[in-house]
Structures are given as structure tokens and as C-alpha cells.
């Protein structure tokens, strides 16, 4: 897996990993974003996940946005049922709908500016170039990942 081998050469240091719902663990429904709960799991990159978090320097983090605040929820019971791993207290869950339809990428961008950072290198895994593009422009100091690194 990419991604081990990525994390090895930070073996030492602290790493804070925020990863991506849609598109990175669970499946993308065309056209139903709000039917979080037929979302397929995609169990291939959670078990790689779940192992990268036993790891003792690694400490997981969801980073994800919904559309309206219903979706929260939603989200909240797919990771109970799907990927526990990922602690409640670490499930970052955006509403774009409390914050007035904000494009996804601005609302990730924002909240990643605004982490209170210590020592710990921060590292983001997202399908979505725009996504990614836009956290690279407002946080130098993340490690910006595709999805594709969960990929062997």
C-alpha cells in the first residue's frame, strides 16, 4: 500500500490524517447525495485505513462536508456502521447549509486554516482535485494525498 510507505518516512513524527468521506470510503450514489444510508462502503480503503490507524503515531480525523444539516447525522451512523475506527470526537461533519451553500472546497480550505496546529504533520486524503487544490492554496504546510494512495 502507497500510503505505508508514505507514512514511514514520518515514522517519528506525529501525524494528524484527515480523510475524506464520499469518494474515499463510501460510494457515491449519482444523484442522491442525501441518501447517506445507501451509500455503498468501500471496504477496500477502509481496512487500509483501519490498519494505517493502529499505527501509534497516527491519529485519524474525517474531514467531510454535507450538503443540509440532516446530513450530519446521516454521515454519523454510516462511520458507526462502517468505519467505528474513526473516533466521534475526530469526525469533523460540515454543513454547507449553515454556512450560507459555501462551495465544499472553501468550507475544507477554512476549517484546515483554522486548525490550531502543535507539531504534527498534517496530511489530507480526498478524491476531489478541487478539493485539494483549494486547501493548497490558503495551508503550505499540509501534505495534500489522493484518494489513489489507498490504491497497492
Do not use: C
Not at 486554516?113 to 483549494?134: C, F, G, H, Q, T
Not at 490558503?138 to 495534500?144: E, K, S
Amino acid at each position: 500500500m502507497y500510503l505505508k510507505k508514505y507514512l514511514k518516512q514520518y515514522k517519528d513524527k506525529k501525524i494528524k490524517l484527515f480523510v475524506d468521506m464520499d469518494g474515499v470510503i463510501a460510494d457515491y450514489v449519482f444523484d442522491n447525495a442525501k441518501d447517506y444510508d445507501k451509500k455503498r462502503p468501500l471496504y477496500a480503503s477502509i481496512r487500509k485505513l483501519e490498519s494505517v490507524s493502529k499505527m501509534p503515531n497516527i491519529e485519524m480525523f474525517i474531514l467531510s462536508a454535507t450538503r443540509k444539516n440532516e446530513g450530519i447525522d446521516q454521515k454519523h451512523w454510516w462511520l458507526d456502521n462502517y468505519a467505528s475506527f474513526f473516533k466521534k470526537e475526530n469526525r469533523i461533519i460540515i454543513s454547507r447549509e449553515d454556512n450560507d451553500m459555501i462551495e465544499t472546497s472553501v468550507l475544507k480550505a477554512r476549517y484546515l486554516k483554522e486548525y490550531k496546529r502543535d507539531d504534527s504533520i498534517i496530511m489530507v486524503i480526498d478524491d476531489d482535485p478541487k478539493n485539494l487544490k483549494e486547501i493548497a492554496k490558503t495551508n503550505d504546510d499540509v501534505i495534500l494525498l489522493k484518494d489513489t494512495v489507498l490504491v497497492d
